[in-house]
């Protein structure tokens, strides 16, 4: 029988024998304490043995056991025992191999770290306030150093006798010795702190099994600020977990370790009942799920180890570094309508992935309030840019999500603003739970209303029927004040040019009344515009014929080119009506954030036009086109029609890259 020797004491270790078990391997286990030996189960195979051992009794124990193989999953801050053991080893020709705990990716930036121990104890040592220890008993000793000790800090550690009454010995006793097992939820660290009433908290990076990721953010969340003490720089080699499993049963001719199963379901509203028996069944068999924390909490009945994230790289991260096969990630509503699945899949396709449809939110809201859906437009505005009030206007019937920044309290004010009060709303909230409520009736009656952020709602506009904005708006339909505005004729030149589409990122530099702005906005519906004005006349202007003409996907940037750019998402067009002398630098900053933008600028004065040639002839930009347009206009003299010139403009377009 193969012979294995398995230095443990960690979750790693406890994967390791766990999968040995049955198996054709005779597995002995060192852990260093009576807790460890405990928490390792033995079987036919399997024989557990503790006590700390130093090179001698490492050297004996290879010396009578005779390993063809030894597995050190000992802590990754137990750096001394994992350079004796890897010394001893090698002196005794035995193969050896390392077990590496995977780092999580938490966001620690209000963070201290430290090196060491006494890192800490100095760090302590310079500012005011308690601390809680949750390092472990052996390095109790050294925070004797730390002024007021007794008074300041709080231990938690094993409830072991020996630790115990070690710790109490030092001083550490009642309230500020505290007896737990861990790993604690987030929810047991936030109410200890709390109750402590700590400022600081002394922690290494144990990864998820030691329940790192749960003390940060309960430390966030309480106000109190980590001391991490930093994991051994020594670069170490090894494998994780499950790859060492893997390798046990290529090596010894046992079951290979399944390939990792991830199952992404839609959790329908979040509550017990709309949830798939598919779904319910896939939670059951899950050694881990991941999602955002309402979603995972949600499902927390399952009693499965947990990660919480949104982002899809965050997701994908979590699922390639999780030490086990059978993964859940929990999206809301279903999987294929608004859900961050489409962005998820592309990344874990080697993982090949199976997708389990939940109830979505609309088709449960439609059931609730007898209404159909299949003759209505669906959008959403949760955590994305939509003008929705165009498409109410141009749409009878138009189902929306709402959340992020845009709420149900805005959405109605937008609408009551912008002409459509009279739209008939019904909105959802808390769909499925027992605090379920849906309201309805005009937009303007519900606009002064309290929601719930994550809602559903329903417009119906009978006056929507064919509408749609018209090119080349009238000058007339704008606002006017003393801004310089392009006129009707010039401006839908200027669009036809800009050549739009339906998503487009626009820039407007120097955006006068906004009338291209908002003809940008109107054509680019699932787009949006910024319209970069120096003069705060010409801002307020804007935001006027914002809501004069119903148009939401418009955002007024206050500020002088090329400065104001310097924070906006890169263009896919651009449009340039006044550049202050300042033309260079606009389209360069436009170029560098996307080199393949389409540009338009219009020129009026000699000097202007001038300029505009001499730089597109040096910026890497191709298909350069310049159009001089004259119109005049017809105006009644007594009976006799005279025509009137507008200054002629020249349109010069082109687009990034040669």
Known sequence: MNKVLL?????????VAEF???KNIDLTVSVATEYGEATMTEGENIKVISGRKDAEAMALLLAKEKPDLVI????????????????VCKDASTEYLRVLRTEDLIDTRDAVFVDDTAGAVSFLNTVEGSALLTTGSKELPAYTAVTDYKTRLYARILPLPDGIGKAAELGFDGKHLIGMQGPFSEEINIAMMKMLNVRYMVTKDTGTAGGFPEKIRAARKSG???VIIRRPQE????????DCCRLLGERFGLEKAAEKQVTIIGCGMGSIGTLTFEADEACRNAELIVGAKRLVESLSRYGKPSAYAIAAKDIEDIIRKADCERIVVAMSG??????GTKTLLPLIADLKPEVLPGISSIIYFCSRCGKSWDDGLLISTHGRSCNFVAKIKRNKKVFALTGGDIKVKDFLSALAENGLGNVQVTVGENLSYDTERITCGTAEELAGREFDSLAVLC??????????LPFGLPDEAFLRAEVPMTKQEIRAVTIAKLELTKNAVCWDVGAGTGSVTLEMAGLSEDGHVYAVEQKEAGCDLIKDNMRHLGITNVTVVCGKAPEALESLPAPTHVFVGGSSGNLRQILEAALVKNPAARIVLNAVTAETIAEAVDVLIELPVSDPDIVQLSAARGRKLGRYHLMTAINPV??????GGK
């Open 459 to 468: 417009a119906e506009n009978p006056d929507a029927e064919g509408f749609t």
């Open 224 to 226: 109190v600020i980590p």
């Open 20 to 22: 040995c078990k049955g």
């Open 650 to 655: 020249f349109i010069i377009s082109c687009t």
């Open 235 to 242: 670069a170490e080699e090894g494998v994780s977990a499950a």
């Open 334 to 339: 279903d999987t294929g309508f608004y859900s």
């Open 72 to 87: 050190d999953a000992t802590h990754p801050y137990a750096t001394e025992v994992t350079r004796l053991l890897h010394s």
């Open 7 to 15: 230095f443990a004491g960690t979750t790693e270790g406890k994967e």
